[in-house]
């Protein structure tokens, strides 16, 4: 017989071959999970079956709500490995659970899924601004709540980080993994919850996400090269931000990050690079931050490289990290303070290659109009750069108000101001 096949036959082929293709889908129900109940058990030995076999593996938690303690999902896996969140997971509220300093840790993996449209919740609530360890056992920092550690070619789509005890998500060392459609939200108030926190790794995009926080929006640690922000909104939040840098000896380069097409809403900075005075040696450079819309910023841009918060650095001796090859490109909107655009660089390594073009930042408070501080920086502008500035001349709509700030050229006075 040779390799005829009839049209039945083929169909039939085909259809065996996308099965396979397809590996198993593992509902974590099957090992005993159950709405309302704790289901750390059920989803550890799922995802060690799911991790032992070869082809793509899903692991399935369905709608409905679970509690889960802290988890470590352990690679190397033998093929891809989904996990599909589909319910709503709660953390214990208690910090005396979190041995590892994570909620729920993915580590050296290589080709992995986080999706589902589920939600993980770790209910910060209960420990943000206690500070007391007293009759808690172990009192170590408060969890992150998803920790990506080592992960290369992976995919986190359609989740949703709520109220983390500290930081949302942690990446450190990964490669080419893409956050899409990612809410990360807490409250304003809320200590030290980071939505996105990027170290030591390469090859990170975050796109159409969204982030509410009480801190940096997407913060970018030593060793962040490559980097793809695209579509994302920030607020409430403190923008998004490279560093701090230069706080300990021998940290990799930042290089290499493209934040495009992005919204600020009441965010207390834009885009930022900061900066430890008294540093160690690091650089941070090729950067490009495009087509940004800011609605109620305080300041919009900023280079801070002296950056030094509760004083706890020599702030008189410079910082020692060389910022080169920035480029700040059509940046708009309002701002919520004065100071909208403050480049701050270091005495000793001024920053260099700084290039400003098409900002258009109002601000219409009774103690504008806004500013432009620039320190160590001649930067290149180019295209339209305005500012309001007070009207000199009577205005005949600008009567009743009293205080009206209208566009002026900034060209000359950004020149001045550097
Ligand atoms: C990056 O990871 C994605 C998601 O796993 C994968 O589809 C893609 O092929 C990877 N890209 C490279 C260059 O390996
Ligand atoms: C940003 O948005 C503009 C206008 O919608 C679009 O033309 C451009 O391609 C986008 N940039 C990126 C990098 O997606
Ligand atoms: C400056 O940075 C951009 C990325 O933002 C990069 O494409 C370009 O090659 C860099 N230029 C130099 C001279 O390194
Ligand atoms: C603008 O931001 C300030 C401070 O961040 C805040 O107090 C104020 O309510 C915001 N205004 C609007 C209209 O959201």
Redesign the pocket.
Known sequence: MGLKMNLPTIALFLLLAAASAAGANINIRKYGAQVNSDITPALTKAWKDACQTPGTNTVVIPKGTYRLGAVQFMGPCKGHIELQVRGILLAPGDRGYFKSGSWVNFQRID???LSGGGTFDAKGKHVWGKRSCSGIRYCGDLPISLRFDFIT???IKDITSLDSKQFHINLLGCK?V?FQHVNVIAPDHSPNTDGIHIGRSTGIKIIDTKIATGDDCISLGDGSENILIKGVTCGPGHGISVGSLGKYKNEAPVVGVNVVNCTFINTQNGVRIKTWPNSFAGTASDMRFENLLMKNVSTSMLIDQLYCPWNQCKAQIPSKVKISNISFKNIRGTASTKDVVKLLCSKSFPCQDVKVTDIDIRYSGRDGPATFQCVNIKPTTSGRLSRNIRSTKANPESQSSGSRWNDGPLLQTLLEDC
Do not use: E, P, R
């Open positions: 080709g992995f899924t070619n992976g995919l080419n893409t």
